[in-house]
T-cell receptor
Framework: AQSVSQHNHHVILSEAASLELGCNYS??????LFWYVQYPGQHLQLLLKYFSGDPLVKGIKGFEAEFIKSKFSFNLRKPSVQWSDTAEYFCAVGVTGGGNKLTFGTGTQLKVEL | NAGVTQTPKFQVLKTGQSMTLQCAQD?????MSWYRQDPGMGLRLIHY???????DQGEVPNGYNVSRSTTEDFPLRLLSAAPSQTSVYFCASSTRGVIYTFGSGTRLTVV
């Protein structure tokens, strides 16, 4: 079975700072990779996804993520965060043909201060 | 287009009571799933379905039942509520290959 590790549980940044959230997974086969965001009191929304092809994927709101197969990593980045990016971020892994089951990391709580 | 609709939004149960969390989607998605979200633990899969009449267990299925009689509906039943089932429950639906849409969640408290 696959597993997902998110190393940063709480991150506090000032506006305009750069963001990188780590995500590592363990699975020997082909995976689909996702980042979801959950704003306070809301449901999860898809930020970006990787299935195949260019390992650098761009998502909504200026977020991007890079898939590094050799490191089993899929880190999320944003060059300049805004106060409105305050939210919880979840990395998730899905296995092709696995019934669409997603395995989520434990999440990273991001707080952006003015 | 409503997407994924969950009811109720909030619920308080007494230990031992049973209840059904409702989930409906109007996107004709084949796949539906139930997750629970607990602080520091991310989302964990309870049950999932790959189509009407087909369900299977996820990571934490104990104490929960599901059925999928139609493509649209995927109710989650708590058989005998326990305080350990206090959580936020999310239903999600997807086309083949990826989960696109989550419901707004049900916050359940078991006292």
């Amino acid at each position: 079975a696959q597993s997902v590790s998110q190393h940063n549980h709480h991150v506090i940044l000032s506006e305009a700072a750069s963001l990188e959230l780590g995500c590592n997974y363990s699975y020997g086969g082909t995976v689909n990779l996702f980042w979801y965001v959950q704003y306070p009191g809301q449901h999860l929304q898809l930020l970006l996804k990787y299935f195949s092809g260019d390992p650098l994927v761009k998502g909504i709101k200026g977020f991007e993520a890079e898939f590094i197969k050799s490191k089993f990593s899929f880190n999320l980045r944003k060059p300049s965060v805004q106060w409105s990016d305050t939210a919880e971020y979840f990395c998730a892994v899905g296995v092709t043909g696995g019934g669409n089951k997603l395995t989520f990391g434990t999440g990273t709580q991001l707080k952006v201060e003015l | 287009n409503a997407g994924v609709t969950q009811t109720p939004k909030f619920q308080v149960l007494k230990t031992g009571q049973s209840m059904t969390l409702q989930c409906a989607q109007d996107m004709n998605h084949e796949y539906m799933s139930w997750y629970r979200q607990d602080p520091g633990m991310g989302l964990r899969l309870i049950h999932y379905s790959v189509g009407a009449g087909i369900t299977d267990q996820g990571e934490v299925p104990n104490g929960y039942n599901v059925s999928r009689s139609t493509t649209e509906d995927f109710p989650l039943r708590l058989l005998s509520a326990a305080p350990s089932q206090t959580s936020v429950y999310f239903c999600a639906s997807s086309t083949r290959g990826v989960i696109y849409t989550f419901g707004s969640g049900t916050r359940l408290t078991v006292v």
